[in-house]
Antibody, heavy 116, light 110 residues
Framework: QVHLVQSGTEVRKPGASVKVSCKAT??????IYWVRQAPGQWLEWMGW????????KYSQKIQGRVTMTRDTAASTMYMELSSLRSEDTGVYYC???????????WGQGTTVIVSS | QSVLTQPPSVSGAPGQRVTISCTGS?????????VHWYQQVPGTAPKLLIY???NRPSGVPDRFSASKSGSSASLAITGLQAEDEADYYC??????????FGSGTKVIVL
């Protein structure tokens, strides 16, 4: 069974960057997806990274501000978002496809607060 | 705004049946892409409820069922229970935008 554990709450000022981690344990996974949710809003897909070769694809909305990387030795994936704005405040989730072709395993979420 | 449109809320008494619609377009649901459904209790991560339009992962009660037709999909909850009070999201793939989620529906158990 795959288990995803994310890093803790982050507070940043506008214009700064934040890097969120997602450690995978259990069965091998092929891709990690990142999804975020602003307060009171719906889920928004941010992008994905291939665990095997590091290939990435990002949402057009945040392309240029987001970088997804991985450390295969540590089984940990990272999502870095730069030039933070107040609208980036929310909960950031990593997720994967473990047994279906849908997001069936989720991390617990990381709260990012952007405030001056 | 979200690419997939859902009603903001639906409500029902315990034991009743409620349905949640998810309306997309020819570039997503109508483009023959699968629809998946998630349940999210506020303050927690989403949980997969239905995948591949109609399939339930193991452990999901058969009170939950879903269907898809054309550019729309729907989720039905029969025998509504207090524990079903949560937010529900549909999700699909869009040929222009990649993965897309619905606007979310709050289920209120009266």
């Amino acid at each position: 069974q795959v288990h995803l554990v994310q890093s803790g709450t982050e507070v940043r000022k506008p214009g700064a960057s934040v890097k969120v981690s997602c450690k995978a344990t259990g069965n091998r996974i092929t891709t990690i997806y990142w999804v975020r949710q602003a307060p009171g809003q719906w889920l928004e897909w941010m992008g994905w990274i291939s665990v095997a070769n590091g290939d990435t694809k990002y949402s057009q909305k945040i392309q240029g501000r987001v970088t997804m990387t991985r450390d295969t030795a540590a089984s940990t994936m990272y999502m870095e978002l730069s030039s933070l704005r107040s609208e980036d405040t929310g909960v950031y989730y990593c997720a994967t496809w473990a047994e279906t072709d849908a997001f069936d395993i989720w991390g617990q979420g990381t709260t990012v607060i952007v405030s001056s | 705004q979200s690419v997939l449109t859902q009603p903001p809320s639906v409500s029902g008494a315990p034991g009743q049946r409620v349905t949640i619609s998810c309306t997309g377009s020819s570039s997503n649901i109508g483009g023959n892409y699968d629809v998946h459904w998630y349940q999210q209790v506020p303050g927690t991560a989403p949980k997969l409820l239905i995948y591949g339009n109609t399939n339930r992962p193991s452990g999901v009660p058969d009170r939950f069922s879903a269907s898809k037709s054309g550019s729309s999909a729907s989720l039905a909850i029969t025998g509504l229970q207090a524990e079903d009070e949560a937010d529900y999201y549909c999700q699909s793939y869009d040929s222009s935008l990649s993965f897309v989620f619905g606007s979310g529906t709050k289920v209120i158990v009266l």
